[in-house]
T-cell receptor
């Protein structure tokens, strides 16, 4: 079975541009998570969805960040406009029941904002 | 606010040694605790998940324990191998602000020397 699939793997763009990161969770999983990982702050939860509905977006750093999950097999994280401090590795993870099943991570998108 | 600490930050051991990684958390009202490994340039791989009602979980050469009252978990790796070299992270799932939250530790970078 395919794991969590993220695209693109790498993204380099200039500040001010819109960035869209994509995620396909594991089929059948009902929870989806977006994380950001930096050397300074470690791994931080940005937002998570349960049954395609955003449950907790308190980790989203600013209004420039938005996430959607239009159906059970696809989610996007968008940054508009992007800034150099948004440079990080962004991970998507999915789980079948958040409270008692493990999370499965994608390989991440390495984002560099120049 | 839940704080998760992992000690040591880095560890280097010769092949064949048994070793213990530590994870401590400040709020004992948790749903579960999960141990992951992260290889360079990769996402996180789930190793073990311990429910709040459990004391330990085992998988192969790995054993994870949980002591909620003291806010501690340990990951025991028996007969370490060079392939165990990676960063190990613990994550605590708990209830905060009406939502399920997750906080990751900063990780222990393990090097097993052949």
């Amino acid at each position: 079975d395919a794991g969590v699939i993220q695209s693109p793997r790498h993204e380099v763009t200039e500040m001010g541009q819109e960035v869209t990161l994509r995620c396909k969770p594991i089929s059948g999983h009902n929870s989806l998570f977006w994380y950001r990982q930096t050397m300074m702050r470690g791994l931080e939860l940005l937002i998570y969805f349960n049954n395609n509905v955003p449950i907790d977006d308190s980790g989203m750093p600013e209004d420039r960040f938005s996430a959607k999950m239009p159906n059970a097999s696809f989610s996007t994280l968008k940054i508009q406009p992007s800034e150099p401090r948004d440079s990080a590795v962004y991970f998507c993870a999915s789980s079948n029941n958040y409270s008692n099943q493990p999370q499965h991570f994608g390989d991440g998108t390495r984002l560099s904002i120049l | 606010k839940q704080e998760v600490t992992q000690i040591p930050a880095a560890l280097s051991v010769p092949e064949g040694e048994n070793l213990v990684l530590n994870c401590s958390f400040t709020d004992s009202a948790i749903y579960n605790l999960q141990w992951f490994r992260q290889d360079p340039g990769k996402g996180l791989t789930s190793l073990l998940l311990i429910q709040s009602s459990q004391r330990e979980q085992t998988s192969g050469r790995l054993n994870a324990s949980l002591d909620k009252s003291s806010g501690r978990s340990t990951l025991y790796i028996a007969a370490s191998q060079p392939g165990d070299s990676a960063t190990y992270l613990c994550a605590v799932i708990y209830r905060g602000g009406g939502y399920q939250k997750v906080t990751f530790g900063t990780g222990t970078k393990l090097q097993v020397i052949p």
